[in-house]
């Protein structure tokens, strides 16, 4: 079987590895980590973290294992997304709540539209980490450490906010728990104006050239609604295990100090988050990222890029799955609309010959990021859609499901990705850009894919 060779590299692997621990992550190359430059001081903030208290619980974390099982199955469809990374500075009320409110509303549109349940994962309350293709960076003859995300240093040019500092590990706990606390609170509190589509910004609708459609699908999803509500009274509010956290397990020192064994659940988890993820950049078999996520009884996902071949695929799913148990592993792949078509067919065949259960899920931005002549780094809508589109497609042919998304968006009116129903331009870039690394959808540019991916999936052309 094509299984030899990889089976090979896994028992290699193992041989010289005298088991896991939190910490066994150390004796493996770690890509993507800071500098920090007082070991002391680094030993005291992890000492620190690994006593307070954890974001999460282990119920909570095996619940949604659960139910990535049951996405697996086609019973629930994942959709993934927030900020590409998080700051301290948009820890407020309303950068919260409003991307909370997009992602609710987007899951209503698929849950409709899908006829399943949606199974809602945000990409914040700990996504505060960044990998980076340089680790300095010049600026008029001065070189700096590169910005690595605000749990490691500050964005300013400055040599002070670009010191790794260890204090921001706890900073970093702080504000998840700070973002989880109002987020469980706004769930159990219910959003009124969710059960109202009529309330929702869909102005934008009518610059679509599927206005008449969208129109029918918003009027659907009230009319179902308010049938729900007539048959059983007003909707409670989401239930608290309704919704997830996910972020990348990027800086393991941090990870490790949350990384906990609880009283009635056999093995560690990693309780900062979820379901925590490994970058397309820290995916390397025998790295550290891969040592740290095997021993974890998380749920797990992998960003999988568009040079990963089956060789290299198939062996990092048995370390990370040797048992093959069911919502463990999560394959997001990020091809680009450009490479999707010729990269993506092999994996999906590769996996599905050998047998092995994994929930694959589409990042149509990733593959898709680009600079304009202005400096910005964007995206193009019609790439992302496209991108999409195709992965329904190739899933389809390939005989496999894709069973989610996973997106970068807020709920802020901002400019960064291109073109949508009010077809953004390169000078509109301009007018509110602000992601400090990659561009997100904003709230129209999100809620027309969540309506794509519901025409797509009927069957409606592209
Ligand atoms: C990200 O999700 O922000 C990211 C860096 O993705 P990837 O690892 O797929 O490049
Ligand atoms: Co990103």
Redesign the pocket.
């Known amino acids: 079987m094509s299984r030899t060779d990889p089976m090979k590299a896994v028992s290699a692997l193992h041989a010289g590895q005298a088991g896991w621990a939190p910490q066994s992550w150390q004796r493996r190359e770690a890509l993507q980590q800071p500098r920090y430059d007082d070991a002391a001081e680094l030993a005291a903030a992890g000492a620190q973290l690994s006593r307070l208290p954890p974001l999460v619980t282990s119920w909570e974390v095996l619940a949604l294992k659960q139910a990535i099982a049951e996405a697996q199955q086609g019973q629930r469809f994942l959709l993934q997304g927030g900020d590409?990374?998080e700051s301290f500075a948009d820890c407020t009320s309303p950068i919260i709540s409003n991307r909370l409110k997009v992602l609710l509303q987007m899951s209503l549109v698929l849950v409709h539209g899908l006829k399943k349940p949606v199974l809602r994962v945000g990409r914040f309350a700990g996504q505060y980490a960044?990998?980076r293709s340089t680790d300095t960076e010049t600026r008029d003859g001065v070189t700096l450490p590169s910005f690595r995300g605000d749990v490691v240093n500050g964005p300013e040019f400055t040599a002070q906010a670009r010191r790794a500092d260890p204090q921001r590990l706890i900073l970093a706990h702080a504000h998840s728990a700070l973002t989880m606390n109002f987020v469980r609170a706004l769930i159990d509190g219910g959003f009124a104006d969710l059960h109202h589509p009529e309330y929702w910004g869909l102005a934008w609708v009518e610059h679509s050239p599927l206005a008449a459609e969208y129109r029918e699908m918003v009027t659907g999803i009230g009319n179902s609604l308010r049938f729900m509500e007539t048959l059983a009274g007003p909707i409670a509010g989401f239930s608290r295990v309704d919704f997830f956290t996910s972020h990348?397990a990027l800086l393991l020192h941090y990870e490790e100090a949350l990384t906990r064994q609880v009283p009635r659940h056999e093995g560690w988890f990693n309780l900062s988050t979820h379901f925590p993820w490994i970058?397309?950049?820290t995916a390397a078999l025998d790295g550290a990222h891969v040592e740290y996520f095997r021993g974890i009884r998380n749920p797990v996902a992998v960003?999988v890029?568009p040079s990963v071949t089956p060789e290299q695929l198939l062996p990092l799913i048995d370390v990370l799955n040797p048992d093959d148990e069911p919502g463990r592993l999560t394959l997001?792949h990020?091809m680009g609309n450009a490479k999707i078509a010729a990269a993506l067919p092999a994996l999906l065949d590769a996996v599905k010959r050998e047998g092995r259960r994994v929930l694959w899920v589409a990042?149509p931005m990733?593959g898709n990021t680009e600079s304009t002549s202005n400096g910005h780094k964007t995206r193009r809508f019609d790439n992302i859609r496209g991108e999409l589109d195709q992965a329904f497609d190739i899933h389809a042919a390939a005989g496999t499901r894709l069973g989610g998304v996973h997106l970068?968006l807020t709920g802020e009116d901002v400019t960064e990705c291109m073109g949508g129903a009010r077809d953004l331009s390169e000078t509109d870039l301009d007018r509110a850009y602000k992601s400090m690394?990659?561009p997100r959808l904003n709230y129209e540019q999100s809620l027309e894919l969540a309506m794509l991916i519901v025409r797509k999936s009927a069957g409606g052309q592209g």
Do not use: T
Request: aromatic fraction near 0%; glycine fraction near 12%; proline fraction near 6%.
């Open positions: 590409c990374a960044k990998p990348e970058g397309m950049r960003k890029g997001i990020r990042d990733h970068e690394v990659d």
